[in-house]
């Protein structure tokens, strides 16, 4: 491995010279050692220094990236675009400078959205680089606060971390939306006592779904059958823990079988747009295995510096699914597909699962891609819109590079008029938890989407990440008179479009 001093970037930058910028300066030593001794024990131990050294190498500073960077576009601040980061991040690993607290701000305030890496003629893996990054400033504790350390604990280290805890904590979120115990809240002016950031993200609260996941799928279903709409009546529920399922009955030949990912934020809030998944997936000729209990894949973690935490639940996807006897492993959140294509990165150095992670990573599919990939059947009959236009989400286009296949599917659908959105691909300011971290910019991100939409004049917008299908449709809640009302995302159109396929086949036959 090649180790060399960090390039500088351009020298009219605020970023040319980070060591010798205060905002960069290493942290103050309190401990009476030897401040090069103790920096130079802080640099061996340094994430990004034992990173790779090419990947810090790639970016030949060409700048093609900065027009496509929303947090460069914003400030016009070389600290603030890809380039300038990678050179803060060649300077941790170079020993040139320590993660110290502005290091960690900027790390935060990138919102990891990889549309740097679309536009990159070097190919540069910002991807890695980042979550590198991040889990360095984790380590050091450069953003630590004991507020920010308790709620990480919180929500890394345990609901997100255990399956069955977030269903409780969203049970309960359930029943306080609709017992009207939140209506009452709101009115009497209870939430003034809340801290000031929790005031503001209180209407943003999701709202939990009746019914997760488990209840709206059975384990394993065949077939071609289209059940009516997500509020039929649910299978028989087989909970297992994770791990236990790790062989399934004899696969129907006639079947392509796969499995289908829950996740999490999807579980609680868009279960239906996973029955929807596996409706289309049914009526393409799959065999559809879901398992009842899913753990999160571990994208939130992995992006917000918990690497450990990531592999921990990389390993228990590993467990849960029979991967040799699937044809795919099929997501249809675009910010999870991302991550989950990576098992293999992760796990690389653990003997134990590094094999079945690299064979994770080939059978991961998007919905989209899957379906372009087998063919996808048209639907015979509409799905009850005429006009949508389509936000593509950062880590389905920029990640996975998925960007044609849900236009493709779109446009399958009879009577169905596919407008582009301008700036399709630009982030919506929803980018995992930046819309809590950084309300401000995620705030102007999301006015400037609203207004590429009201362009569009079509009444419904179709997306497909959890993340930003919230994120839109908070934004358009708040904006009553916007053309666009109704925020979606191509599968359930097209499950919507098999629907009424199957509807009007049935009324013919009543005939
Ligand atoms: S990930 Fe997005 S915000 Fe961060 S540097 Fe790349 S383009 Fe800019
Ligand atoms: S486009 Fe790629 S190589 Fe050029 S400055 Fe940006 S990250 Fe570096």
């Known amino acids: 491995m090649i180790h060399?001093?960090?390039?500088?970037?351009?020298?009219?930058?605020?970023?040319?010279?980070?060591?010798?910028?205060?905002?960069?300066?290493?942290?103050?030593?309190?401990?009476?050692?030897?401040?090069?001794?103790?920096?130079?024990?802080m640099h061996q131990s340094s994430l990004l220094a034992k990173l790779d050294y090419s990947v810090l190498q790639q970016c030949m500073h060409c700048g093609m990236c900065l027009p496509s960077c929303p947090t460069y576009d914003e400030t016009k601040r070389e600290r603030n675009s890809p380039r300038g980061r990678i050179s803060l991040m060649r300077a941790v690993a170079d020993g040139d400078l320590t993660a110290s607290r502005a290091f960690a701000e900027e790390m935060y305030y990138c919102l990891g959205c990889l549309a740097c890496e679309t536009a990159c003629p070097a190919g540069v893996d910002y991807g890695s680089l980042f979550e590198t990054a991040r889990a360095e400033v984790e380590r050091t504790g450069a953003a630590a606060t004991p507020q920010r350390t308790f709620w990480r604990w919180l929500t890394l280290r345990h609901l997100f971390l255990k399956p069955r805890l977030l269903r409780a904590l969203g049970t309960a979120l359930r029943i306080y939306q609709k017992s009207g115990l939140q209506f009452v809240v709101r009115k009497s002016g209870l939430l003034r006592f809340l801290p000031l950031s929790l005031r503001a993200l209180e209407p943003q609260t999701p709202t939990?779904?009746?019914?997760?996941?488990?209840?709206?799928?059975?384990?394993?279903?065949?077939?071609?059958?289209?059940?009516?709409?997500?509020?039929?009546?649910?299978?028989?529920?087989?909970?297992k823990e994770p791990g236990e399922t790790n062989s399934l009955p004899p696969q129907t030949p006639a079947h392509r079988r796969v499995a289908l990912l829950t996740g999490c934020v999807q579980d609680l809030t868009f279960p239906h747009i996973n029955r929807d998944t596996a409706d289309v997936l049914l009526a393409n000729g799959c065999e559809v295995f879901t398992p009842p209990v899913q753990p999160c894949c571990g994208s939130l973690h992995a992006h917000n510096g918990d690497l450990e935490s990531a592999r921990t639940l990389a390993r228990r996807q590993l467990d849960l699914f029979p991967v040799g006897e699937l044809h795919a492993i099929i997501t249809n959140a675009g910010g999870c597909g991302s991550h989950l294509k990576k098992y293999g990165h992760l796990l690389a150095d653990d003997p134990a699962y590094a094999a079945r992670a690299h064979d994770w990573d080939a059978k991961v599919k998007d919905i989209h891609e899957y379906l372009v990939e087998n063919g996808c059947r048209p639907p015979g009959a509409g799905c009850g819109e005429t006009s949508?236009?389509?936000?593509?989400?950062?880590?389905?286009c920029h990640g996975q590079k998925i960007t044609a296949q849900p236009r493709q599917l779109l446009k399958l659908i009879p009577g169905l008029t596919l407008t582009e959105l301008p700036e399709s691909s630009w982030?919506?300011?929803?980018?995992?938890?930046?819309?809590?971290?950084?309300?401000?910019?995620s705030a102007k991100l999301l006015a400037r989407k609203l207004?590429?939409?009201?362009?569009?004049?079509?009444?419904?917008?179709?997306?497909?990440?959890?993340?930003?299908?919230?994120?839109?449709?908070?934004?358009?809640?708040?904006?009553?008179?916007?053309?666009?009302?109704?925020?979606?995302?191509?599968?359930?159109?097209?499950?919507?479009?098999?629907?009424?396929?199957?509807?009007a086949a049935e009324a013919r036959l009543d005939r």
């Open 4 to 41: 060399t001093k960090s390039a500088l970037i351009p020298s009219q930058s605020p970023a040319a010279n980070p060591a010798a910028n205060p905002l960069f300066s290493c942290k103050a030593n309190h401990t009476g050692r030897s401040p090069v001794l103790l920096f130079s024990r």
């Open 208 to 239: 939990i779904a009746p019914r997760f996941s488990h209840e709206l799928i059975a384990e394993v279903e065949r077939g071609f059958a289209i059940r009516p709409s997500a509020s039929a009546e649910p299978p028989p529920s087989q909970n």
């Open 388 to 396: 949508v236009t389509y936000h593509e989400s950062c880590h389905l």
């Open 427 to 441: 982030c919506c300011g929803s980018a995992g938890i930046y819309n809590i971290t950084q309300p401000e910019q």
């Open 451 to 503: 207004t590429n939409l009201a362009t569009t004049q079509a009444p419904v917008v179709a997306t497909s990440n959890p993340g930003c299908h919230l994120q839109l449709q908070n934004g358009l809640t708040a904006h009553p008179g916007h053309p666009c009302q109704t925020v979606t995302q191509p599968v359930t159109l097209l499950a919507r479009a098999y629907r009424a396929e199957m509807a």
